[in-house]
């Protein structure tokens, strides 16, 4: 099986960190050279930067619970984000009402609009205009059996990085307002190994830009954006392989960039395992389903 090498990866070597668990983002602008890259071993930490709201008063009628006012200071959703909440690793998602919106902006009105909570799918959420929030439990979580984190503020994503000739291994980003692993610019020579995206509200990685990127090694899981689990776009270069890729919102893989590849990589509980821009080149071999 060509999948051993990342399960034992991630089950095996993590624990036998010290598992370092930091609530503040982390911003990587240190390079190397193409022959000696820098390298940024995490040693297992874990980079959480989500907020647990669950001892709240919450209002509770049977599976639609409701907060006592607001839950956070300042704007709670950002444009474009898709998803609000996470019960323990499932992402809740924005049950925006489109039409309700219109209406709003026909008199003036900014801001969005939300269904009722009647009308909620499981694993569906919104907000009143005092920034209270309320949700309905998903069908995989029994009401009051999990935790209810918040991520973090709209634009902060877990491991940003900024620099060219970069080895990050053995860290994981979780619960950012915007992606696990965010990369904009055009640096070149990055390499991730052995990480994990999970549970993020936008993607769990995300490149941009001209940047050109390997990630060897990784889980990404539980991701909040519609497009994808992992996004790449405007004119990157990037490539996966030994990649685990499962429950995300959107696609396992957005590639809207210049060239992508996937290779030796197991994807499930996904809807969609890639969307691919007209003049994108993709290659994939070896992708295993379950």
């Known amino acids: 099986m060509r999948f051993l090498p990342l399960l034992f ?5 993590v624990p036998l960190f010290s598992r370092e ?3 503040k983002p982390l911003r990587l602008s240190k390079g190397g050279t193409a022959e000696q ?17 669950t001892d709240r008063a919450w209002k509770k009628d049977g599976d639609i619970w409701t907060s006592p006012g607001p ?4 704007e709670l959703i ?6 609000g909440l996470f019960l323990d690793e499932v992402p809740v998602t924005l049950a925006r009402d489109p039409v309700a919106e219109r209406a709003r902006r026909a008199v003036g009105k900014k801001g969005y609009a939300y269904h009722p909570p009647s009308l909620l799918k499981p694993g569906q959420m919104g907000c009143l205009e005092d920034g209270s929030l309320y949700f309905r439990w998903p069908a995989s979580k029994k009401p009051g059996q999990a935790s209810i984190i918040l991520p973090s503020r709209k ?17 994981t980003a979780m619960h950012a307002g915007n992606d696990g692993f965010n990369i904009h610019g055009s640096w070149k020579g990055i390499r991730l190994e052995n990480i994990r995206a999970l549970s993020n509200a936008d993607e ?30 405007d004119r990157s270069t990037t490539l996966y392989t030994n990649c685990q890729v499962h429950d995300n919102v959107g696609a396992a893989f957005k ?10 990589t197991l994807i499930y509980n996904q809807t969609t395992d890639f969307t691919l821009g007209k003049e994108t080149e993709f290659k994939q071999d070896r992708i295993e389903r379950r």
């Open 9 to 13: 990866c991630l089950v095996i070597t």
């Open 21 to 23: 668990v930091s609530s």
């Open 37 to 53: 890259p820098f390298v940024f071993d995490g040693k297992g930490m874990v980079i959480d930067l989500g907020i647990d709201i």
């Open 71 to 74: 839950v956070t200071e300042g």
């Open 78 to 83: 950002a444009e474009g984000q898709h998803t």
């Open 155 to 171: 634009s902060t994503s877990g491991v940003t990085i900024a620099c060219s000739h970069i080895i990050v291994k053995n860290i």
């Open 204 to 233: 769990g990685i995300s490149a941009h830009d001209d940047v050109q990127m390997q990630v060897d090694g990784a889980e990404i899981a539980w991701n909040g954006s519609s497009v994808g689990g992992v996004a790449d776009v």
């Open 255 to 264: 590639f809207f960039g210049r060239s992508h590849s996937v290779t030796d």
